[in-house]
């Protein structure tokens, strides 16, 4: 080590730094600061508040992560806002993202909008719904509507009962023992299989007889649905009476009068109810013997038959008024039932009609709740797809298909192929006297004319035309593919399909729950939390006051229910049998009588 230097810890302290403790010394034993020497230096001061500077940065940061912390909670809440609120569901019964694909591309070559714009929908879509029953990967839309009123999933078939056949307590139901106002409206009957699966509960879904009951109060829970607008008259109808579909003489309209509801059956009945400002609760509205017309055929008709945004705007205001004064808000249902329809008759004018008039309910809804001064959000989602649609079809086997479809083809449409199709069987029944070459003659006639007269075909060919006449029992069939071949519009199935299908919302935030992919049962869980309603008390009620069994056959078979009516059975179509994973055809290697081997 050089000579004069020591190590850094052996060396003393410097001549200053002894100064500055006597300082400091001083200071402590008389209580005052003394400024003599060197005190503080502009770098000990700088030191110092960099360290306050520091800390009060340090509690800031902090803060604003409390803040952001409290924020994502907020975001995070998917329901059961405190105090009053109101929830309105949305069904499009049938609707895959297809038809959105279809109706949109639709509108904007009919409207001649740009390629750009969207349907008012599409502002609100938040994730998809898986929809397979426990008794089949495609489901029905009993089973689909169970699963979003109960929260349960449940065999095809099945009206808000469990696998075992014992009832399960709907989101409706609770909300109406806990106060709220309630109400259903729909194009379709409402004795089918979706609006029923809120209030009612039955094994098979085709005891709509039944279901009308329900609705109306017959069964153990009593009246839980203040407002009713749709169709399926022919169901509270008495047998002895026009019109009628029941099997029996029972008169539920005017048992539903007796009981102080309102009722209105008619354009001008409706129109009587102001948009709801002139509604009295309950109220049963039943606009058709079966159901209102498809919105194809409705606008022709609009004298005769409301349309579903009317309906929805009178639910909304008739509830709305009714709750005004309550401590609980109310739940409404709505469903654009006929696009299922459409999808069964793989008719695509009539499909893109029935999304429309589902877009523009929609669009009142929203309306409402932008308005509306009461905490409230829209859910909406399909119970399933119909049809298998595809915005495309090929035409010939072995050539390599075209990519595109044509929407002119559907803009010249004027009426569904089910409206051409009853006025053919009409022209046919009404010619059965004559001789029949002339009456050949005359159908074949009529259906030329037809063609370009309703649905915008010119080209038909000879052998589409002899196809329809020669086949008058699948005439709607033939119809429907007559279009689609031309729109070049593809269906796979005239019944359902096990595609998944969009899940909507008016707030996101609010339905945050339901972003991404979902079982359709958690549609149902978020129904009954947002609404902070017991449906497990419902359900317990129900199964307590239900008698599962009371008519035995010969052989002491239960063959059928209380009023929960009549069991199931090996060999119908939807009957709670197992078709989930497996192929029921035949098995067995079968020689090849072609092959010669």
Known sequence: MPQGEQPLLARSPSEAANDRDVEEEDALLTGQKQFGGKGWSWKSYREAGLAVWAILATAFVVILAVLYQQSRQADSTTASPSGKRNLIFMVSDGMGPTSLSLTRSFKQYRDGLPWTEALLIDQYVIGQSRTRSTSSLVTDSAA????????????NGAIAVLPDHSPCGTVMEAAKKAGYMTGLVVTTRLTDATPACFAAHVNKREEEDRIAEQLLGQYPLGQVVDLMLGAGRCHFLPNTTSGSCRADDKDLVKMAKKNGMQYVDSRE????????????????????????????????????YPSLKEMTETALKALSDATKNNDKGFFLMVEGSRIDHAGHANDPAAQ??????????MAAVIEFLEKDTIPGVMISTSDHETGGLSTAKQLHSYAYPTYGWYPSVLANVSQSVEWVTREFHNHLDSTRSENAEKAKRDALSWIYRALPKYLGVEDASDEEILTVFDHPE?????????????AQSGWST????????????????????????????????????????????????????????????????????????????????????????????????????????
């Open 144 to 155: 689909g509507a169970t699963a979003f009123s109960c929260g349960a999933k449940s065999y």
């Open 269 to 304: 009945g409706f129109d009587g109810l102001k948009i709801g400002s002139a509604v009295e609760l309950p109220v049963l509205g039943l606009f058709a013997d079966e159901d209102i017309p498809y919105e194809i055929d409705r606008r022709h008709e609009d004298d005769v």
């Open 352 to 361: 893109v009609y029935e999304v429309l008039a589902y877009d523009a309910a």
């Open 474 to 486: 699948f005439a709607l069939w033939t119809f429907a593919d007559i279009i689609s071949r031309r």
């Open 494 to 597: 005239h019944g359902h399909s096990a595609a998944d299908v969009n899940i909507y919302a008016s707030d996101h935030k609010v339905a945050k729950a339901l972003i991404g992919s979902h079982e359709n049962t958690e549609v149902g869980d978020f129904l009954r939390t947002y609404l902070d309603v017991d449906t497990e008390a419902v359900t317990k009620e129900l199964q307590e006051k239900g008698v599962m069994w009371d008519e035995e056959d010969d052989q002491g078979n239960k063959i059928a229910g209380s009023w929960l009516g009549a069991a199931v059975v090996g060999g119908e179509r939807l009957d709670g049998q197992d078709h989930l994973d497996h192929y029921t055809g035949d098995h067995k290697h079968k020689r090849c009588s072609v092959c010669g081997v």
